[in-house]
């Protein structure tokens, strides 16, 4: 390394799972089960077992290892909170422990309904997908897999899945209800090469599109701490921690159907803030109000902005610098106008 760089080959982000892992490095994930590293007897803000377990697994599907803090009390014993979700962990890992143990990161860019973890075999790879959303209709769609499975197969129970093909990727025939509230994870067992067919983010039948935390791009221009995507409270993801106004983000999709379209956003702020959202000549300039915190989302139209042209289009959002405040972000949906 050079003169006062201590970068070296692993990584240890505190409190973080960075959106992307980190690529090339053996990194792992430090974190505590509220929001002390020691014992606080006033501390109350426990993550749930259930956001504990999605945390074990996005990190896995990114290549990470997960060191959980526990803060014991001063005679040496865990606090009954610890325990508690301990042995949550423990009884999810017993039925679905080699869909983490021995894995490596997912080969997918994004999968909206949630993650997956790989397994090289004699004869191919393997696929655990662990489902956090359950689809309504029972189909569930994983986008853009191109390989002919072999088998498919939920790890932990016994009902059949069905497999079918459409021009977006493999389709699951599930059953109705999930069959694990925390996770249920379906094991696809793949012959030969994996070939996946990046499809990007596209517009529902209907026209929305929306796009989400985890789907962005962070653009870190300020030269300090950038922003990140984060889980308050073990609510769905937000980008937070957007402290410099010369940071930025960005959605890349695809549009089949263009119009004009008015912009929701989900967002939770102290102060008000205000930012520009652009796509292509477009801009709209957009102001929020408090929210009532970083953890208040609420649901605001920003505005409406039109796409003029099919294909690939990107949506930049840039603070507008002098009236810029910290807000976090879980998502913007662009809905067209009737």
């Not at 760089?5 to 505590?32: A, H, K, L, Y």
Request: charged residues 25%; hydrophobic residues 35%; proline residues 6%.
């Amino acid at each position: 390394t050079g003169k006062g760089d201590f970068r070296g080959d692993f990584g240890t982000p505190e409190q973080e799972i960075p959106n992307r892992g980190i690529p090339g490095v053996d990194w792992e994930s430090c974190m505590t089960m509220n929001d002390h590293w020691g014992w606080n007897k006033n501390d109350k803000n426990w993550k749930s077992g259930t956001d504990l377990i999605h945390k074990l697994i996005d990190i896995a599907s990114k290549g990470g290892n997960f060191l959980l803090n526990i803060g014991p009390r001063a005679d040496g014993t865990f606090p009954d909170e610890s325990v508690v979700r301990l042995k949550e962990i423990g009884r999810w890992m017993q039925g679905n422990s080699p869909s983490i143990y021995g894995t490596t990161a997912s080969p997918f860019k994004r999968l909206p309904w949630g993650r997956c973890t790989k397994k090289a075999t004699a004869s191919g790879v393997t696929l655990y997908l662990h489902v956090f959303d359950w689809p309504n209709d029972g189909q569930l769609l994983v986008p853009g897999l191109r390989s002919a499975v072999s088998k498919a197969q939920f790890l932990a129970f016994s009902p059949a899945i069905q497999i079918s093909t459409s021009e977006e990727g493999l389709v699951l025939g599930l059953p109705k209800e999930a069959l694990d509230p925390v996770a249920t994870v379906i094991v696809l067992d793949i012959e030969g090469e994996l070939k996946i067919e990046d499809i990007g983010l596209r517009q529902a039948s209907d026209g929305t599109l929306t796009l989400t935390a985890e789907q962005a791009e962070i653009h870190d221009e300020g030269g300090g701490s950038s922003p990140q995507v984060e889980a308050k409270s073990g609510g769905k993801p937000n980008i937070g921690f957007w402290l410099d106004g010369r940071d930025w983000v960005s959605w890349e999709f695809t549009i089949v159907k263009p119009g004009a379209f008015e912009i929701f956003g989900e967002i939770a702020s102290q102060d008000s803030s205000r930012f520009e959202l652009k796509i292509g000549n477009e801009t709209l300039t957009a102001n929020t109000g408090a929210t009532g915190g970083y953890e208040a989302f609420k649901t605001m139209s920003l505005g409406k902005l039109k796409i003029n042209s099919t294909g690939k289009t990107t949506l930049e959002v840039r603070p507008v610098q002098q009236e810029w405040k910290p807000i976090n972000i879980r998502s913007l949906t662009l809905k067209p106008e009737k």
